[in-house]
């Protein structure tokens, strides 16, 4: 099966790269093409996704295609929302109009939000794939709207496609200036003796996910099981930004200074938890990896320089 990455160079996308052992080497798309992740016998494509005919080039011949690509945060989407939607659903548009010229009919997996697209509710109950969204960030109401571009597209044959609403990933080092990905940008700082940066209230909830437990599920939706599918990718269990940073502290062995910006975060919603049972019921897939359990394994791994140089972001 020939694959293709878009967003390999981001967080999740390069760590997909870095374990797809055992399978046929990927087809990575870049903009630069030094920047691509070193996977042995991987094809490295550089163009740009608004260049129609770079688009074409990529997908040619593709049976399936993860899509990670995505520039901005929950956080900074909203501070120009018209170049938000230029660098983000534009390209991705743009890959579509390529695959419909192409007619290949390929397997696209694309890696929406799990924390930005659902509605507030009360009572705070896990948000299952058929429960309302209405996003509160200009991020997620691209998300949305590049699954509903993806619903379109495969309910006209164009091709097949399995939404993943990811939860917050962590699993490697993150850099200190990132302002998504609270795990791996915090231990990144506490290791070089910086203060931890929070955004929004620290009582806000969220679902943390494991990059193994990602891997393992992005893996078993790879061949498309009905035309156009949206599947829960989390833990089932939330925690607080605070209650974190005190598995971080308990971890690392000692306080450290937090500093809190409420006024950058203050859309972002205060509860998401995700209902993972229709991966567990359909895929077989369940999440293997404790909050606790991970944080500790990831410091410890920094700690003896195994991540020593954090993940490559655009």
Known sequence: MATGIIGATGF?????????????????????AANAPSIPGAEIQQGDLLSGPDCERFASALDTIYYLAHTNTPVSSDVDQPTDAS????????????????????????????????????????????????????????????????????????????????????????????????????????????????????????????????????WKVSTPRQPFDILNVGSGVGHSVSEVLSIIQNCYGSLFPIQVDENSGRWLPEWVVLDNSRARLEYGWSPTIALRDGVDALLQAARTGLFARPAVTK
């Open 87 to 218: 660098l983000n659903l534009v390209p991705f548009l743009t890959l579509l109009n390529a695959i419909r010229r192409l007619g290949t009919r390929p397997h696209v997996v694309y890696f929406s939000s799990g924390g930005a697209v659902y509605a507030s509710r009360h009572p705070r109950v896990p948000f299952a794939e058929h429960d309302a969204c209405a996003p509160t960030t200009s991020y997620g109401i691209l998300k949305i709207a590049a699954e509903q571009y993806l619903r379109l597209a495969a309910e006209r044959g164009e091709l097949t496609a399995t939404v993943l609403r990811v939860g917050n990933a962590y699993g490697t080092l993150l850099p200190q200036y990132r302002t998504q990905g609270l795990i791996g940008v915090a231990l990144n700082q506490l290791l070089h003796g910086e203060p931890v940066r929070i955004f929004g209230n620290s009582a806000n909830v969220r679902d943390y996910v494991h990059l193994q437990d990602i891997a393992s599920i992005v």
């Open 12 to 32: 999740i996308g390069s760590y997909l790269c870095h374990h797809h052992a055992g399978r046929k080497p990927p087809r990575i798309f870049t903009r630069r």
